[in-house]
Each structure stands twice: as structure tokens, then as C-alpha cells.
């Protein structure tokens, strides 16, 4: 097989993943789009464990394992702070979220 | 080319399409949807490339659990149901970066790589990895867990007002 097919799909689903982010505004959509990027990740050391002869057999196997338990903890604590967020403001679009605490002028969180 | 190119070549054009509707659609849920296919090809792309377990565990945590996790988001944020016109924001400059990256990586990759060929190795399966990951990667294991657990506990303290910052 041709190592650079896998290669160009998981480059060309990085450059995906970078245009959502930057072009969503709904959190939860972005958070999407962080997905595609780790795969595309995912995708690369996957290819290069199963094409590259290593010092360490399939090591790039065990890193994909450990990326995905990574993300479902990112996933996790990025729902927890979505969840927040809205219950905050009413909204999760992230270019409406302020910058700067100094104004702060909300009322506190509601339980 | 051979069979696993002619798999690879049609999972990842199904995996980047799908991705494409992920990052385009104007309906929330159907991005959600649109992503359950694009992690389900990349794992029939694992698959091709002999990570047998990878696949699996892909397909349980990334299309079972974190895609129903993104749903339950979409739901408690109360996101609208139909079509809505205002979820992305100006095209022009995430176009031109998001092509940019893809492109100059793919670049890359293909200047590493040109057009060889390689013979794929023994399939990675669940007890192939599972004695690499006790022998030669138990300290990282480990630390993953006290991760999660440390995520875990995050977590909840950030969705309980009660317990978290208060000013």
C-alpha cells in the first residue's frame, strides 16, 4: 500500500478541522471540529505505526489509545464549562463571550 | 494499486466529505450526525491499516460515547431544531488558514513520503497491544488514569455552582 494516501487524508482532515474552529460560533460545534482535528492526529500516528519500522512496535497504536482517552476527557470537561457558560449567559456563541472580568456587571450563577 | 489502497481511497473520501458537512451544515444535530460518519470511517480506515483494536476502541468511545455526549450538549444548550443562519461567522480568513494548514501539511507528507510502497506489518490486536501497553507503557497508562480521574473531578466541580469559584 501507499503510505501517502492515509497521510494526505489525515492532512487534508486537519485543515478541515482548523477552518471550523475558526469559522464556528456555536461552542459545541467547535468542540466538533476539535474532534476532526484529533482524529486527523489519530489517522497520522496510526499510518506512520503501520508503515515506519520503529525501535518500538506499535507504539503509535498505543499513543492513538491514549488520544482518545484524552478527548473524552477534553470532552468531558468541555461540556462541563459549555453547560456553565450557558447557564450564565443564555447563549454558547463564543464571539459573544467577554474577554476581560473587569466589567463585571452579571449576577451570580443560579443553582 | 492494490486492495487496501482502493479501501483507503474510498474511506477517506467518505471520512473528508462527511468531515466537510460537519464544519458546513446550518442544522446543529445533523453536524452531530454528519460526525458519527466521518469517526466511522476512520475507523474502517484503522482497520485497513491493521489497528484492530484501535478501531474497536474508536468506535466504542469516539461514535459511541463522545458523539452522545456532543448530542446531550446540543440538547442542554437548548440549540435550535431547523436550519440557522447564523452559526458561522465571516468564511474568508478560517478558509484561507484551514486550507493553508491542509494543504502545507499535506505538502509535507508528500514530499516525505512521494509514492513508496510498504507491506503492512501483523495485525494490532487487542493482545498484541494489550502487552505492549503493560510492558513497555505502563507508566504513561497509569498517568492517563490519574487524568481522568483529575477530568472527572473537574468536571464536577465546574457544572456545581455550590462548589465552584465563587467570587
Redesign the interface.
Known sequence: ?????????????????????????????L???V??ML?AV??VF??A???VKAA????G??F???V??????????G??????L??LRRS??V?EVPLSDSS?SEK???? | MTTADVLIAALGAVALGSGLLVVTTRHVVRAGLWLVVTLGAIAGLYLVLTAELVAWVQVLLYVGAVVVLLLFAVMLTRAPIGASDDLDRPRWPGTLVGAGAGLGLATLFLIGYRWMKVGLPDPGTAERLGGDLFHTWVLPFELVSVLLLAALVGAIVLSRPDIGGRR
Do not use: C, K, W
Request: glycine letters at 6%.
Open positions: 500500500m501507499h503510505p501517502a494516501l492515509p497521510f494526505l487524508i489525515a492532512a487534508l482532515l486537519f485543515g478541515i478541522g482548523v477552518y471550523g474552529v475558526l469559522v464556528r460560533r456555536n461552542a459545541v460545534l468542540l466538533m471540529a474532534e476532526l482524529n489519530n489517522l496510526v499510518t505505526d503501520s508503515t518500538v512496535p506499535r507504539s497504536q498505543v492513538a489509545l491514549f482518545i482517552v484524552l478527548a473524552a476527557a477534553e470532552i468531558g470537561v461540556l462541563a464549562i459549555i453547560l456553565q450557558y447557564r454558547v456563541a464571539d463585571e451570580s450563577p443560579v443553582s
